[in-house]
């Protein structure tokens, strides 16, 4: 069954049969973009990247990872946050200054073995903890001995130095006062002898200075069993004779006499 015509196609012949043909043969619409054909064309699956080597406006280069610069001397460097500066480091803690340091006590004549169980005491004076690694201990003919590292005093504070600590905890001198073995290993001839003759003496140095001082030799001729305390806490009278005492208190039940690790009981 034919299709009848429209009006239009009545009144305008040959309408009909263009309009049929163009319906019939017209090609799909374009949609792309237009694209000059005088560019060269585009491959969508190339990198976007810029190759390695290309300068960049930084005034450095690319590379294969990233982006370097470039330094005056020609090497390259990554960019990086810059690195959190290092802390500094703690001030090193002082040692005592003359008059700081005060020898208060000297056990130099024993009813136990000597020497192991010779000992002495430091008392601070200073305003804040001072280190005594360092120091040299000095005896009366000449033999020293240099404290080790790690040895500190704080402000008020008594501490006791034994030549050997067992000996010393088995006379009884209480092992929380005891801070320091200045013996360990030797032989009863060597290191620090705190000797009962006229040559007795036992000295606190800072190399060529010295900031305690007990000259103690020659003091008292029945010292046995008691050591001698300094009973004035001045070092400008501390190296004297009537600046100490002779202990008389035994300072635990069958003990010596003496305070070691704490302050004097001079009469």
Known sequence: MSRPLSLFALL???VAWLSGI???????????PDLDPSLPGVDVGSD????????????????GGGTSTTTDAGSKSSIAPDAAPPLDAAPAMPKPTAGELLLTEVMYATFTPEPASEWFELHSVASSERSLGGLTIKDGSGRTH?????????????????????????????????????????????????????TGAVSIMNGAATLASAPYGGWYSQSGGSSVQLKVLDPAQASAKTSWCLSL????????????????DCP
């Open 48 to 63: 976007p990247k810029p190759a390695p080597g290309t300068p960049t406006a930084e005034g450095g280069t690319t590379s």
């Open 249 to 264: 208190t035994a300072w635990t039940t069958g003990s010596e006499k003496g305070t070691p690790g704490a302050a004097e």
């Open 146 to 198: 240099t404290i080790g590292a790690g040895l500190t005093i704080a402000p008020g504070a008594y501490l006791v130095l034994a030549r050997d600590k067992a000996a010393a905890i088995a006379a009884k001198v209480p092992q929380s006062a005891i801070a320091y073995e200045y013996g360990t290993g030797l032989p009863d001839n060597a290191g620090i002898l705190l000797t009962n003759g006229a």
């Open 12 to 14: 305008v012949p040959g």
């Open 22 to 32: 163009g319906c019939a043969m017209s090609p799909p619409a374009d949609t792309s």
